[in-house]
């Protein structure tokens, strides 16, 4: 499957490190290209409920959609605001009164949801949570939507936090916060400047990408081919 990439935003929480040798490499590749979060365009009163995962994902979408494009929004991740969830928890155990606000921007499509509303974006939103595979099944299904001949673009989001303290001795790949948002088409030959790349299923057991949304976004700005979780990209 043949798709293109208009615009690409990458954050990552700093010091931007890991324990794994070969990710940090792809941290260095991808230094010049960190953007800052950057909230300002959501009104104080909605800004200051927002969580570091939120600025994260509002911040990237904003930097690929700054002018608020009506689009189809795909948004993935394999925890989704578990930091959030994991204080709601908490509270629980406590015996303490919830907040409906806070268990409402838990869920795993509030953030998405809320981009929907400050932006007046009216444009179906898809949420999807699939392990390691969570950014390989947001491109897949961007694909697919891309096929309607009334979808001319779509925006890809995805997000992770470093697991809670409580949790990290469940830890299996890096910890880190990062996003990836990008804005696919599907007419390659009518995008000036954008990156074209092919999608397809990898016939060879391919190791297991760590944080593979991070090694996506390295091999479309240097334009090369990777390995992701058992698919194969190819810069075209």
Not at 74 to 81: A, T, V, Y
């Amino acid at each position: 499957m043949k798709c293109a990439v208009e615009k690409l935003a990458v954050y990552v929480a700093q010091p931007a490190s890991t324990e794994n040798i070969e990710l940090n490499e792809i941290l260095d590749a991808l230094a010049s290209e960190f953007i800052a979060l950057d909230v300002s365009w959501v009104k104080p009163i909605q800004r200051r409920r927002l969580s570091h995962f939120a600025k994260m994902i509002l911040s990237c979408a904003h930097q690929v959609n700054p002018e608020a494009q009506p689009m189809p929004i795909i948004f993935s991740s394999r925890h989704g605001d578990l930091h959030k969830t994991s204080d709601l928890l908490a509270q629980l155990q406590a015996r303490e009164p919830l907040s409906p606000t806070q268990f409402g921007l838990s869920v795993h499509n509030a953030v998405a949801g809320l981009l929907s509303i400050l932006t007046n974006n009216k444009a179906p939103i898809v949420a999807l949570a699939g392990g390691s595979d969570s950014i390989n099944s947001a491109l897949c299904e961007a694909y697919m939507q891309l096929q309607d001949p009334e979808v001319e673009r779509v925006m890809v989001i995805h997000a992770d936090r470093a697991l809670p303290e409580l949790y990290q001795e469940f830890a299996y790949e890096p910890q880190l916060d990062h996003c990836v948002a990008l804005v696919m088409s599907k007419v390659p030959e009518a995008i000036k400047g954008g990156t074209s790349f092919r999608l397809e299923q990898s016939n060879d057991a391919a190791k297991l990408t760590q944080l593979p949304a991070l090694y996506l976004a390295q091999a479309l700005l240097q334009q090369h081919s990777t390995e992701l979780c058992g698919w194969r990209l190819h810069y075209d």
